[in-house]
């Protein structure tokens, strides 16, 4: 085919060859308008880790950064007294104390005040379960205290003060002052201190009788009563009643009845 008769023909009245030059002028156009973009493009996209043109690291905003603040994350896992006393409090009221008794009885011993008896052995079972308190040494004062072997405090009658685990039952005090802890001794004890229970806070004051070795009287026909048996044999009906606690009189005749 002739090239020069194909670029003289025309379409619509318009030569080819015009319309080859405007096409390609399009084209090149086109091609000048999109490469710029390309360009940005390449610019931006940065590997994770690299810095900008200035030399400064590039952050994303969906980039979970590891490092955060340190000092929040360890504020958050630092325990406390506060959180001591209401797990404390959780776990008593969950375990039968009343809440009442329980928040009360674990601020007066975070406060350092004086606790009853029945409030220190609340304040020790929290103890026991969660350990001493994160903030400052209560341990000296007022939680189960010495725990290494009881000593005895004067020969009996004495007032004993409890140190602490060694000493914070009758059978223990039994066998430190009399040597034995049957149920005589541990009963005299118990008879001798009738507003207190078992395991004892420190601080509670124990009286500590002189022991005596038990005597006993066989009731008769005549003598079964509890104010004959105490006329009988020296002594008052109350000290009888408090020798038998659990004994109803008038007893049955060869029923033994502890008098001394």
Avoid: C
């Amino acid at each position: 085919m002739d090239f020069k008769a194909l670029l003289s023909k025309k379409v619509a009245g318009v030569p080819i060859m015009w319309i080859i030059l405007v096409v390609a002028l399009v084209g090149l156009y086109g091609a000048i308008r999109l490469k710029p973009a390309a360009d940005t493009t390449d610019e931006t996209d940065i590997p994770e880790g690299d810095t900008g043109g200035d030399g400064q690291p590039i952050f994303r905003a969906n980039e979970d950064d590891s490092s955060g603040d340190s000092s929040l994350d360890s504020s958050s896992t630092t325990d406390t007294n506060a959180k001591w006393s209401r797990r404390a409090v959780e776990w008593l009221v969950a375990n039968g104390t009343s809440l009442s008794m329980a928040s009360g009885a674990i601020a007066k011993y975070l406060n350092g005040e004086t606790l009853s008896q029945t409030e220190g052995v609340v304040r020790d079972k929290a103890v026991k379960q969660f350990g001493l308190p994160p903030e400052g040494d209560l341990a000296t004062s007022n939680v189960l205290g010495y725990q290494g072997p009881a000593t005895r405090q004067g020969v009996p009658p004495v007032t004993h003060t409890v140190k602490g685990r060694s000493d914070d039952t009758f059978k223990e005090l039994a066998h430190l002052y009399y040597g034995i802890d049957n149920a005589d001794a541990v009963t005299l004890l118990m008879q001798a201190n009738t507003t207190v229970t078992a395991p004892f806070a420190v601080g509670t004051r124990i009286r500590v009788v002189e022991y005596r070795t038990p005597r006993y009287y066989t009731a008769t026909g005549a003598t079964r009563t509890l104010y004959a048996i105490a006329a009988k044999n020296g002594t008052t009906a109350p000290k009888v009643q408090a020798l038998n606690p659990k004994i109803v009189f008038p007893v049955a005749v060869g029923h033994r009845v502890r008098i001394r």
